[in-house]
Structures are given as structure tokens and as C-alpha cells.
């Protein structure tokens, strides 16, 4: 695979240091060329999933986070590793949305956002290692 078409970033599981490589993210090669709406739903997917990390699997202990992005022909495949707590249940939370009620949501959204803006979810938990696989869709990608 061409080195245009990877992305690999290891980071400390900290607010800014997601920030950070979501800038380093928005300039890489990897993402030229790339639709803008495909690029922005990636970017947004993963924003919602590695703060979801930061937050929960580490819950301001200490820890590293991983981000692979691939670029397929027709998909920008994301790859999320990490030793923070593993999801409840083991399982991708509910796509669903949060009860409506008459005060505003303050989260919850994030899950439903992954859900929608993903073309494929899969994670899994081996050996106190959290892998969450993200598919784009991005249709006629140049490999």
C-alpha cells in the first residue's frame, strides 16, 4: 500500500491530544482527494470515538490510544486501539437516540452519530486491548 493511503498516530488519551491528531488528521495525504462530506464524517466518527475513549475507557487515568485510517478504493477504514476499560457488556453501544424529555440532552449522542455516519462497526476486547474497526463509506477514492 502506497504511504499516501495510511494514516498511523499514537497519542496520549487526553482531550488535546485529540485535537491534535485530528489536525494532523485534516492535513495528512491520506485524506486528498477525499470527498469533503466523507472526509468530515470521518472526522467527526472519530472525534466521537476517541473522546468516548478518553472520557470513559480511561476516565482521566493514564493511557495511549492508536489510530490507524486506511483509504480503500470505496471506504476509509479506522482503526481505534486502546487498554482503557472495555465498553459495557463488551458490546458497540445502542444507535439509538436519547429519551426527549423537556430538559436539554446532555449526551448521548455520540453513539448515534458513530452508527449513522458509519458504513461498518465492529469492536472487540482481547488480551485488555480495545479495537474498534470504523468503515467510511467514500465512493471512488483514487487507492
Avoid: K
Amino acid at each position: 500500500m502506497a504511504p499516501d493511503c495510511r494514516f498511523d498516530d499514537s497519542f496520549a488519551a487526553q482531550p488535546v491530544e485529540v485535537r491534535a491528531v485530528l489536525a494532523r488528521l485534516r492535513r495528512a495525504s491520506v485524506l486528498r482527494g477525499v470527498p469533503p462530506d466523507a472526509a468530515q464524517s470521518c472526522e467527526l466518527v472519530l472525534a466521537e470515538a476517541m473522546n468516548n475513549i478518553v472520557e470513559h475507557a480511561y476516565a482521566g487515568a493514564h493511557g495511549c490510544l492508536r489510530l490507524t485510517l486506511l483509504r480503500g478504493r470505496h471506504h476509509l477504514i479506522c482503526r481505534l486501539l486502546d487498554r482503557g476499560r472495555p465498553l459495557p457488556g463488551l458490546a458497540l453501544p445502542s444507535a439509538r437516540l436519547p429519551a426527549q424529555d423537556d430538559s436539554p440532552a446532555e449526551g448521548g449522542y455520540g453513539w448515534f452519530l458513530i452508527h449513522s455516519l458509519s458504513h461498518r462497526l465492529h469492536y472487540r476486547r482481547t488480551d485488555g486491548l480495545n479495537r474498534l474497526l470504523i468503515v467510511v463509506a467514500a465512493n471512488n477514492l483514487a487507492a
